[in-house]
C-alpha cells in the first residue's frame, strides 16, 4: 500500500516538473469552440421546442378527454 502511494506520487511529479504551460489556442480552436457552443444552444433551443410542442399536444388531449 505504501510503496503504490509512493511511486503514484513520484509519476505525479515527474509529470508535473516536465509540464509546460500549454500554448495559447489558434484562431481556428477558437471558432471551433464558438461553434461548438452555438450548435450546443441550437439543440437546447430545438429540446425546448420540441417539450413545448409535446406538452400542447398533452394538454390538448386532455382537453378532449376532460371536454372543457
Known amino acids: ?5 509512493s511511486t503514484g506520487m513520484s ?3 515527474s509529470l508535473d516538473s ?3 504551460p500549454p ?3 489558434p484562431a481556428t480552436a477558437r471558432t471551433a469552440n464558438k461553434a ?3 450548435g450546443a444552444a441550437r439543440r437546447a433551443s430545438h ?3 420540441a417539450m413545448a410542442a409535446t ?3 398533452l394538454t390538448r388531449a386532455a ?3 376532460c371536454h372543457w
Open 55 to 57: 406538452r400542447m399536444e
Open 23 to 25: 500554448p495559447p489556442l
Open 36 to 38: 461548438a457552443r452555438a
Open 18 to 20: 516536465h509540464s509546460a
Open 1 to 5: 500500500m505504501d510503496s503504490a502511494s
Open 11 to 13: 509519476m505525479v511529479l
Open 63 to 65: 382537453r378532449r378527454r
Open 47 to 49: 429540446a425546448r421546442a
